[in-house]
């Protein structure tokens, strides 16, 4: 109905165009109309302005309290929020992904990523790929294991059955302790999966960095496991990766971070996750130990 309407508009115009031209025709001829002014240059139409760039941050959403996903399938943790607050100081957005921890690096070589923050342990391996902003976390690894383990050290776990997440630096040094080919060492794509098989019974203890066990522990009280610490372990530092030679992101973050150390934000943020304030600001030298 509505397009017969219209064909009849446009057929009723037409004629009425017609007639005006035959008369027009018979008469004195028309001036020519006068071309139209250009608008001033006040009156053009300003360009729209560019949407401000958004920040796509990788992240392991495996590893909490650093990351993880929520019931709704939000990415949160201490991580996003120390990130989310560094971009609210610089005045910046970010979109947090969650990126597989084997392919984790390359998206941010290949430019997939903007930066990363996923509890990433700063080494001189990683420097030499990668640039990394001042460390915001200091850790240690620990040791879980059943509360009537006998397990006292790290020596301890030699004739055990002992879990850790690929690629970390729990794995690492478990390695380096029972031999890389060892049939005792079994590998997690997580560490909650691997305190998973530990509360089952399928190893005797998990390696892991020290925030993670302690997160883990204090949230799953009936599963009866306690933590052990040794001296051999290393102290290592997190920091947030970017792309190597992106200075202008990494100028960026240090001074967000340096911004919300200094306000108090950062130490609200560790109190939310560990319970109290930090100790003391992360030393600026990074550990030599291997990842997360």
């Known amino acids: ?52 760039k958004v920040y796509v941050v990788g992240t392991d959403a495996a590893y909490a309290p650093f990351e993880s996903q929520n019931e709704k399938g939000e990415i949160v ?23 597989p921890w084997e392919g984790i690096f390359n998206a941010v070589a290949q430019g997939d990523r903007d930066l990363l923050v996923s509890a990433i342990t700063i080494t001189d391996e990683r420097k030499q790929t990668m640039d990394f902003t001042a460390p915001y976390f200091d850790a240690v690894q620990l ?27 729990g794995d690492e040094v478990v390695t380096k302790l029972l031999g890389k080919n060892s049939a005792a060492i079994k590998r997690f794509e997580s560490t909650p999966l691997a305190l998973k098989e530990l509360e089952s019974g399928g190893v005797d203890a998990v390696v892991a960095d020290n925030g993670v066990v302690i997160h883990y522990v204090a949230n799953n009280a009936g599963v009866g496991f306690k933590t052990v610490s040794d001296p051999s372990f290393q102290s290592e530092q997190y920091g947030i990766a970017v792309r190597k030679g992106n200075t202008a992101v ?13 306000d108090g934000t950062y130490d609200r943020i560790y109190a939310k996750y560990f319970g109290s304030a930090p100790g003391g600001a992360a030393a600026a030298a990074p550990a030599s130990a291997a990842s997360k």
């Open 77 to 99: 943790g201490f991580d996003i929020d120390v990130v989310s607050a560094i971009a609210s100081k610089a005045g910046v957005q970010v979109k947090f992904v969650n990126t």
């Open 1 to 52: 109905m509505a397009n017969n309407i219209s064909s009849r508009r446009v057929f009723l115009q037409a004629g009425l165009v017609g007639t005006a031209a035959l008369l027009g025709a018979c008469g004195k001829k028309e001036e020519a109309a006068a071309p139209a002014a250009a608008p001033a240059a006040s009156e053009a139409a300003a360009p729209a302005a560019a949407p401000a």
């Open 250 to 262: 990494l100028d960026m973050l240090n001074q967000g971070l340096a911004g919300i150390r200094a």
């Open 143 to 169: 040791i879980a294991v059943k509360k009537d383990s006998k397990v006292a050290k790290f020596s301890d776990l030699k004739p055990l059955k002992v879990g850790v997440q690929t690629g970390t630096t």
